[in-house]
């Protein structure tokens, strides 16, 4: 199959005298319009400016279809304090773009922040509470719903819980699938849901962006994958 690719125009920044916070960058599919879209925002601010609830914010939409930039409404919310090397992963999930954000004012409260791909609009959803243990978290997708996934430290193992959003915007939805807790001695920073199986019993995982393992829900035991050629060792998902 031919590969195709298609350059953007240059994206339009008006703050050109002013120092500049890196991008943060989405891009998605609108079902709704049949089109390809990519979300593009820069933080501006004087360079003797340390204060970031002055900083400006520049947030463009890009449209295959159009093959233009335009502006978005006014973003009020930085990357959260917590969570500022995994925030750069951007999900898409419900024709929405997802991240972990912070409100751009004192003591500034964390959100869910979504930008619909269809109404080109911002949204926010409030995050959970968590224990005093917890150490940072992302955001994940799983057969098609929002997991939210925080991390944090048990009698000295590294752990993870995994929450679904069921029913996505409602947050009395989201539920708790499993808990992974590793071994002593090992830890991860990142772990990434892939597939359930039909019965719900087991559930296929990646670990750091490279180890795969399966997780059995019933039991909450956790098995390392290995492959090899077209097969992989150590469990089935059914």
């Known amino acids: 199959m031919d590969s195709k690719s298609w350059k953007l125009p240059s994206f339009p920044v008006e703050y050109s005298m002013y120092g500049r916070a890196p991008f943060l960058v989405g891009f998605g599919y609108d079902r709704v319009n049949d089109d390809y879209k990519v979300l593009n925002r820069i933080s501006s601010t004087s360079l003797f400016d340390t204060d970031q609830s002055r900083w400006c914010d520049e947030v463009s939409v890009y449209s ?39 409100e751009r004012r004192s003591n500034g409260v964390s959100y869910i922040v979504s ?47 995994l929450w679904v959003m069921e029913e996505y915007g409602v947050d009395k939805s989201r539920a708790k699938l499993t808990s992974v807790t590793m071994p002593l001695g090992s830890k991860f920073r990142s772990l990434t849901p892939l597939a359930l199986s039909k019965n719900k019993r087991q559930l296929l995982l990646q670990i750091d962006g490279e180890k795969l393992a399966l997780h059995d829900l019933e039991t909450n035991c956790t098995t390392d994958l290995a492959i090899r050629g077209d097969a992989i060792e150590g469990g089935l998902i059914d």
């Open 115 to 161: 930008f619909d791909l269809w109404s080109e609009e911002f949204r926010k959803m409030p995050c959970p509470r968590y224990p005093e243990n917890y150490v940072h978290q992302n955001l994940r997708v799983l057969n098609g719903c929002l997991c939210l996934v925080p991390y944090y430290k048990v009698d000295g193992r590294y752990a993870a819980d």
């Open 64 to 102: 295959l279809k159009m093959n233009t930039w335009r502006r978005t409404e006014r973003f009020l919310f930085k990357v959260s304090d917590n969570d500022c090397y995994c925030t750069a992963d951007c999900i898409l999930a419900n024709g929405a773009l997802h991240w972990f954000m912070k």
